[in-house]
């Protein structure tokens, strides 16, 4: 997979050149191309952005410079690229569009500042063919669209072959079966008079999978309530409804 970002801070996206994701980008599982969007300004000041239209607070990112941004990241044609644009207005990113983009040959990061991008520059996207996600990451606004494209790749990422150590990870960690991870321990046994569950130091893998599995359901029931209204009805059985 090929990644590119374009934003008006790098820097902020140097996170990305460390630990588990610098590692995988050194070993090949992935690319990952960080564009400064000044780049592809032609005025002295590198103005990338201007007063909205209609009135009102803040500013608007210029079409200008985005679409020759976008011209020369996305070049026009069939192409299977996919231009995401993290935005408070967007459609909910979650585990599930983290798996279906961990199958996209390349993804496009298009990171806004101030209101956003003219919106014509997504329309243009998408007049061109190209595939446009407007998502957010949660209902709350940051100050740009960096974060949230770090918070992003790292999802999508560590769902790459190979780029996780144990590719069980990815397959039980929380959201996958559709629940939230319950609680987990390692040594020592007893530690500030808090002891592991008697039911995890035992050899009893049946035992140990029906734990985990109540307590998953425990606190996804507390936390999230909204994850078990969507399981599929046979999601459950009799035992899991008897938590
Ligand atoms: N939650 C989010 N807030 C923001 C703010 C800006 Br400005 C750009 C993207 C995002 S995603």
């Not at 109540?214 to 969507?230: I, K, S, V, Y």
């Amino acid at each position: 997979m090929r990644i590119d970002v374009v934003t008006i801070f790098p820097a902020y996206l140097d996170p990305l050149r460390e630990a588990l994701l610098g590692r995988a980008v050194e070993r090949g599982l992935l690319e990952i191309a960080v564009h400064d969007l000044r780049r592809w300004t032609h005025d002295v000041h590198q103005a990338v952005d201007d007063a909205p239209y209609g009135g009102g607070p803040g500013m608007v990112m210029r079409p200008q410079v985005w679409g020759e941004a976008l011209d020369e990241v996305l070049p026009a044609g069939p192409q299977p690229a996919r231009l995401v644009v993290p935005t408070p207005a967007g459609r909910p990113f979650t585990q599930t569009t983290a798996r279906a983009w961990a199958d996209e040959q390349r993804l496009v990061f298009a990171c806004g500042r101030y209101e956003g991008i003219d919106e014509r520059v997504l329309l243009d996207a998408r007049a061109r063919g190209i595939e446009v996600d407007e998502v957010s990451i949660g209902d709350y606004v940051l100050v740009g669209g960096e974060v949230a494209v770090l918070v992003m790749v790292e999802a999508v990422a560590r769902l790459l072959p190979g780029v996780l150590g144990n590719p069980r990870s990815a397959a039980e960690d929380s959201f996958s079966d559709g629940l939230l991870e319950g609680p987990s321990y390692t040594r020592p046994e007893t530690w500030r008079e808090l002891a592991v569950p008697d039911v995890l130091r035992g050899g009893n893998h049946a035992a140990i999978a029906r734990w985990r599995r109540d307590r998953a359901l425990e606190r996804t029931r507390d936390r999230r309530p909204d994850l078990l209204d969507a399981l599929p009805p046979d999601a459950l059985d009799a035992a899991d409804r008897a938590v």
